[in-house]
T-cell receptor
Framework: AQSVTQLDSHVSVSEGTPVLLRCNYS??????LFWYVQHPNKGLQLLLK??????LVKGINGFEAEFKKSETSFHLTKPSAHMSDAAEYFC???????????????FGKGTKLSVKP | DGGITQSPKYLFRKEGQNVTLSCEQN?????MYWYRQDPGQGLRLIYY???????QKGDIAEGYSVSREKKESFPLTVTSAQKNPTAFYLC???????????FGDGTRLSIL
């Protein structure tokens, strides 16, 4: 079975400092992995995706994530936080095929990022 | 621009009333999805459709119904059987399989 765990429900950083949002996954095969961002009262926007090419994936807005198979992790990072980065971030595992009542994506419960001036 | 349009943005339901949330996409995607989002619970799948005239129940389908008569449209009806409908509802679409999903901006449903 596949699953995804976001290790922090809330992360707070100061503007200009690095961001680290942690995600661990469980999968019996090499998974597709995604990070999405959601601003208040908006839909989710795709930040980046990993699909078994390069293990370091660059996304939009300066975010990147590294796939580490040995650690079953896919942490999201950004060197310098901006006020506009304040949002909720979701780590997502893709199924190889549709999985019955769970569809084709499994969402983590989200990490809310706060950025202090 | 291609995208997903959800309407209305805010919706209020009276007791015993059915309401329908609209979702339209012009991305030519085969698959469409409905999610419910509650604070601290992430996204939970209500229904999904991989192709026109076919759909499958998600984890929390009870009290909801859908139709997929056209590729572009996937409306969700929240029936009176759904006893706790207050939530943020998100529609998404994807080409298929493991492809990323594209999301609309959501409909917030509240009870009067």
């Amino acid at each position: 079975a596949q699953s995804v765990t976001q290790l922090d429900s809330h992360v707070s950083v100061s503007e200009g400092t690095p961001v680290l949002l942690r995600c661990n996954y469980s999968s019996s095969y090499s998974p597709s992995l995604f990070w999405y961002v959601q601003h208040p009262n908006k839909g989710l926007q795709l930040l980046l995706k990993y699909t078994s090419a390069a293990t370091l994936v660059k996304g939009i807005n300066g975010f990147e994530a590294e796939f580490k198979k040995s650690e079953t992790s896919f942490h999201l990072t950004k060197p310098s936080a901006h006020m506009s980065d304040a949002a909720e971030y979701f780590c997502v595992v893709g199924r190889r095929n549709y999985g019955g009542s769970q569809g084709n994506l499994i969402f983590g419960k989200g990490t809310k990022l706060s950025v202090k001036p | 621009d291609g995208g997903i349009t959800q309407s209305p943005k805010y919706l209020f339901r009276k007791e015993g009333q059915n309401v329908t949330l609209s979702c339209e996409q012009n991305l030519n995607h085969d698959a469409m999805y409905w999610y419910r989002q509650d604070p601290g619970q992430g996204l939970r799948l209500i229904y999904y459709s991989q192709i026109v005239n076919d759909f499958q129940k998600g984890d929390i389908a009870e009290g909801y119904s859908v139709s997929r008569e056209k590729k572009e449209s996937f409306p969700l009806t929240v029936t009176s059987a759904q006893k706790n409908p207050t939530a943020f509802y998100l529609c998404a679409s994807s080409r298929s399989g493991n492809q990323p999903q594209h999301f609309g901006d959501g409909t917030r449903l509240s009870i009067l």
